[in-house]
C-alpha cells in the first residue's frame, strides 16, 4: 500500500481517540450529579433551581449557584404548575431528534467511526496484500478487481491449448460471433451470452477462456467468483456492475469469471448470515447478463466451476450460461500434445519419450503435466551438470508430482483403471453386438469425471417416443454389461455398478408395472405412481418376482454374450485401457465390425 492513504487513516483514527478522551475528561470535569426526583421537587420548592431542559422523561438542569444535575421527571400537570410558580426557565428538546444529550453520544459515536475506520483500513490491507492489481485506495471497495488484458498483450490462441478438441470445437462459434455478430444477426440466430466451462482445476479452463480471446482479437477481463464476495452488502453488486460497465465499454469483450460457484451458489442455501450480500452479488450478474445488448458489439461471459451441481438453476437458463462445456481430464493422446506443447520451452534430450511419460501419467491434469517439464528442467540443473532433460529427470519429477497428488486427489490404481476399462468395454460391446436394439455408440472413456470412473456414451438416432420390448431388455442387458464383464474377466465384484442396477431396475419395473411387458402380470398399470391403482401385498410380491426375473435373466444373457466374445471383450479393454478414450469409429476398426451410421435423418 501506498504511504498516502495510510498515512491520512491513522491520523483519522488517531484524531477520533481524541476526541473521544476529550469528550470523556469534558464529561468527568463537568460533573453531573444525578438526583431522586424527590429532591430535585424539593430543590424547586426551595427556589434552589435555575433552569432545566427536558428532553422525554430526562432533564438536566442547573442550581442557582452553577452545579449542574440530571433526573427523571413524569408526564405530571402538578410539576409544571410549580416550575411556573417558581419562574424556572424550561426548555424542552425535541425527542424524535435524540432523547440523550450530546455529550453522551458523543464517545460513543467516536468509538464506532474509529472502529469502522480500522475494519476498513485492515480490509484494504489485507487486499493490497493479496492482490497487486487492485485500486489502492478506501474510495474503491465498488470498483471491480477485474484484471484487464489488452488483444496485444493476449498470446493464447486454440494451437496454446493441446487436446480439448471437443471445448474447442464447442468455442469456436463464440470466437467467430465475438469476430463479426452481424453475420449472427443478419441470419436472426441468437446471440450466445454466457458459457460455462465444467472440470476440475488445472485442466485448462482459465488457458481457453484466454485462448477465445486471442482467437477473436479482443479485450479479456479475468476475475474470480470469489473476488465479489465481501463482508459489505452491496459491495459485491456493485463490483459486478462495475466490471460489466467497464467491458461493456470495451465491447465486443470477454469476461472471465473464475469459480463462479462462489457467487453462483444456489440462492438461500447457505448456513448462517451473510448470503444477503450473496444473493445481492448473484442478482445484479443475472441482471447484467440479461441486459448487456450494446450497439457497438455484445460482451460475452465464460464462467468457470467444477461445481455444476451447486450453481443456482437461474444462472444455466435461456440467456445466460446456457452453454456448458465439458473440459475433462486429458486422456493419453492430449497428455502428449500437452506435453510437447510445453516441452518446447526447454531443451530436451532426444532419448525422452514423451508418449511413455504420458502413459505413465494417468489422472494427471495440463497444470501437471506443464509442472511435470518445469520440475524436469530443474532436475537437470540440480543433478548434474548437463545440457539436456533426461528422461531419468522426467521419472524423478513425476514421482514427486505423484506422490504431492496421491494425498491431495484420488488418482487411480492400475488395477483400478484395468477393472474400469473392462467394465466399460462390457457395455459398450453388449449394444454393438445387438445394433437392431440399440442407439449407436459415441463414444467410451475411462478419463474420470465427476464421481464417475467411465462412461459409455451413445447417440440417439432420433428422438424416440415409444420403445419396443427387445430394446428396454437390451438397455438393461448393456447396463448390467459392466458388472458382467468385471465378473467374467476378474471374478470380482465392485461397488462401481450400483448405478447401472438402478438403471436397469427402474427400466425392469417401468416393464411390468406400466407397459404390460411382463410374462406372468399381464397388461394392467400398477402403481399408482404410473397412474394405477392400489393393489395387495400379494400383487406387490409378483411384482417384485416379476422384475427379479428379468433382471436375472438379463443378466444371465449378458454373462453368456460378452462369454461368446471374449476375445473381443479383451482387446477392447486393453485398447481401451491404454487409450482412455476410444470413438465410435476406431471401436468399430479395432473388433473389425460394419461401422453404423451415426445419424439418419428419418
Ligand atoms: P483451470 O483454469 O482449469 O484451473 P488453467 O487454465 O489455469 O486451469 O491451467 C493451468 C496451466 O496448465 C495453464 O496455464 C497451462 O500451462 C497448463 N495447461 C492446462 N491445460 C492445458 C492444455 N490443454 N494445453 C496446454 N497447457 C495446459
Ligand atoms: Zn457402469
Redesign the pocket.
Known amino acids: 500500500m501506498q504511504g498516502g492513504p495510510k498515512n491520512v487513516l491513522v491520523a483519522i483514527v488517531a484524531f477520533l481517540v481524541l476526541i473521544l478522551l476529550v469528550s470523556r475528561l469534558t464529561h468527568i470535569t463537568r460533573h453531573i450529579k444525578r438526583i431522586p426526583y424527590s429532591e430535585f421537587i424539593t430543590q424547586v420548592e426551595r427556589n434552589k433551581v435555575n433552569e432545566i431542559r427536558i428532553s422525554g422523561h430526562e432533564v438536566e438542569g442547573t442550581f442557582k449557584d452553577g452545579s449542574v444535575f440530571e433526573t427523571a421527571v413524569g408526564n405530571n400537570q402538578a410539576d409544571w404548575e410549580l416550575f411556573k410558580k417558581h419562574n424556572l426557565v424550561v426548555s424542552i428538546a425535541d425527542t424524535t431528534a435524540s432523547s440523550v444529550s450530546i455529550w453522551y453520544l458523543l464517545p460513543l459515536l467516536s468509538l464506532l467511526v474509529a472502529s469502522l475506520a480500522a475494519v476498513w483500513f485492515f480490509i484494504r490491507q489485507s487486499r493490497s496484500n493479496s492482490n497487486s492489481g487492485g485500486g489502492g485506495n478506501i474510495f474503491s471497495m465498488g470498483k471491480s478487481r477485474a484484471r484487464m488484458f489488452m488483444p496485444s498483450t493476449i498470446k493464447e490462441t486454440f494451437d ?5 478438441t471437443e471445448a474447442k470445437e464447442e468455442l469456436k462459434d463464440i470466437v467467430e460471433f465475438l469476430k463479426s455478430p452481424e453475420k449472427y444477426q443478419r441470419l436472426g440466430a441468437r446471440v450466445p451470452r454466457g458459457v460455462l466451462l465444467v ?1 476440475e ?8 477462456a484466454k485462448a477465445v480471446a486471442g482467437e477473436a482479437n479482443c479485450p479479456f477481463f479475468s476475475v474470480s467468483g470469489s473476488d465479489f464476495i465481501e463482508v459489505f452488502v452491496g459491495v459485491g453488486a456493485a463490483r459486478v456492475r462495475d466490471l460489466f460497465e467497464r467491458a461493456r465499454q470495451r465491447a465486443p469483450s470477454i469476461i472471465f469469471i ?1 469459480e463462479i460457484d462462489a457467487v453462483g451458489r444456489q440462492r438461500g442455501s447457505g448456513m448462517g448470515g451473510g448470503h444477503d450480500e450473496r444473493e445481492q452479488t448473484l442478482n445484479q450478474l443475472l441482471t447484467e447478463m440479461d441486459g448487456f445488448q450494446t450497439t457497438g458489439g455484445s460482451v460475452i461471459v465464460i464462467g ?1 466451476t467444477n461445481r455444476l451441481d451447486v450453481l443456482d438453476k437461474a444462472l444455466l437458463r435461456p440467456g445466460r450460461f446456457d452453454r456448458q462445456v465439458e ?1 475433462p481430464f ?1 486422456d493419453l493422446m ?1 497428455r502428449e500434445e ?1 506435453l510437447r ?2 516441452a518446447k520451452s526447454v531443451k530436451i534430450d532426444p532419448a525422452v519419450d514423451l508418449y511413455k511419460i504420458a502413459r505413465g501419467t494417468p489422472g494427471f ?3 501437471d503435466l ?1 509442472n511435470l517439464i518445469n520440475e524436469a528442467a530443474l532436475n537437470a540443473t540440480k543433478n548434474h551438470s548437463q545440457e539436456l532433460v533426461t528422461m531419468h529427470d522426467f521419472e524423478e519429477a513425476r514421482d514427486k508430482i505423484m506422490l504431492g497428488k496421491e494425498s491431495k486427489t484420488k488418482i487411480l490404481t492400475l488395477e483400478e483403471r484395468t477393472v474400469t476399462a473392462f467394465h466399460e468395454a462390457g457395455h459398450a460391446l453388449v449394444r454393438l453386438l445387438d445394433p437392431e436394439n440399440s442407439d449407436p455408440l459415441h463414444k467410451i472413456t475411462i478419463v474420470p469425471r465427476g464421481r464417475a470412473l467411465g462412461v459409455t456414451h451413445s447417440l440417439p438416432e432420433r428422438d424416440r417416443y415409444t420403445e419396443s420390448k427387445e430394446r428396454m431388455l437390451t438397455m438393461i442387458r448393456s447396463a448390467l454389461g459392466g458388472r458382467a464383464a468385471e465378473q467374467l474377466k476378474f471374478n470380482r465384484l465392485e461397488t462401481g455398478a450400483y448405478s447401472d442396477f438402478v438403471v436397469a431396475t427402474d427400466i425392469a419395473r417401468k416393464m411390468v408395472c406400466m407397459y404390460g411387458m411382463s410374462e406372468n402380470l399381464g397388461p394392467v398399470v400398477y402403481s399408482q405412481q404410473y397412474g394405477g391403482y392400489q393393489y395387495s401385498p400379494h400383487t406387490a410380491e409378483r411384482i417384485d418376482t416379476e422384475v427379479e426375473n428379468i433382471l436375472n435373466t438379463c443378466y444371465k444373457q449378458t454373462y453368456e454374450i460378452l462369454e461368446h466374445n471374449k476375445e473381443k471383450l479383451d482387446i477392447l479393454g486393453s485398447t481401451l485401457l491404454e487409450k482412455e478414450t476410444m470413438y465410435a469409429s476406431e471401436i468399430y476398426e479395432l473388433l473389425g465390425i460394419q461401422a453404423r451410421q451415426e445419424f439418419k435423418f428419418t
Request: hydrophobic share 40%; proline share 8%; aromatic share 0%.
Open positions: 496454446s491449448v493441446a487436446g480439448a472440470g482445476p488445472g485442466n485448462g479452463k482459465t488457458l481457453l473464475d468457470a473440459v486429458p492430449s500437452i506443447v510445453h491434469t495440463g497444470a506443464a
